[in-house]
């Protein structure tokens, strides 16, 4: 499965973007799918997951407090993947990238596609 993030930019602090990330391939609607971001000079971190049936998702409770402000969704007829982020803050600034775990939940995300970037100023 190939994987293309889009919507990045640059917003100002309180605003919204939402990334979209397009999967090709007919076997997305089984597929594990999540959201991971990088900051510069920081290790890339877990920001949320969905499960291949929408049905089970996480965010991190570590990745400065994304939950409450991002959502995670998925259109299984559309091979696409949101993250919809609300009241942005600067330390949200990263490149963001959305990832596929092809195999069971035990394994890791494998299928990575390009990252887009986040620039929220202050």
């Known amino acids: 499965v190939q994987l293309q993030a889009s919507g990045g930019g640059l917003v100002q602090a309180g605003g919204s973007l939402r990334l979209s990330c397009a999967a090709s391939g007919r076997t997305f609607s089984s597929y594990d799918m999540g959201w991971f971001r990088q900051a510069p000079g920081k290790e890339r971190e877990f920001v949320a997951t969905i499960s291949w049936s929408g049905g089970g998702i996480y965010y991190s409770r570590y990745t400065d407090s994304v939950k409450g402000r991002f959502t995670i969704s998925r259109d299984n007829a559309k091979n696409t993947v949101y993250l919809q982020m609300n009241s942005l803050k600067p330390e949200d600034t990263a490149v963001y990238y959305c990832?596929?775990?092809?195999?069971?939940?035990?394994?890791?995300?494998?299928?990575w596609g390009r990252g887009t970037l986040v620039t929220v100023s202050s």
């Open positions: 990832a596929a775990r092809t195999g069971p939940v035990s394994r890791p995300y494998d299928c």
